[in-house]
């Protein structure tokens, strides 16, 4: 289906950055993605470092994503 979530080596690569860099935007939320545990390895999906390299919001990052969560959680009540 989607690509493959990348770590932080090959998204330095994507984005054509220092992989401090990346580093440092996925702590302050600039590039979105997941960390496993506290220090943990990030995973981040190539579409979102492209995103954040060309300086634009992914997709994720809208605020729509909240009024979606809402309208999903409403429709769970509706349907039970
Ligand atoms: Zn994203």
Same mark, same amino acid.
């Given at each position: 289906?989607?690509?493959?979530? =990348? ?15 990346? +580093? +440092?935007?996925? +702590? ?16 981040? %999906? ?20 909240? =009024? *979606?969560?809402?309208?999903? +959680? *409403? *429709? %769970?009540?509706?349907a039970s």
């Open positions: 289906m989607s690509a493959a979530a =990348v770590a932080v080596p090959a998204a330095a690569i994507i984005a054509g950055c220092h992989p401090e860099t990346v +580093r +440092r935007a996925l +702590r302050s939320g600039e590039l979105h993605g997941k960390q496993r545990g506290k220090g943990g390895t990030w995973k981040m %999906r190539p579409g979102c470092v492209k995103k954040w390299a060309a300086n634009e919001p992914c997709k994720h990052q809208l605020p729509a994503h909240a =009024v *979606s969560l809402d309208a999903y +959680r *409403s *429709s %769970r009540r509706t």
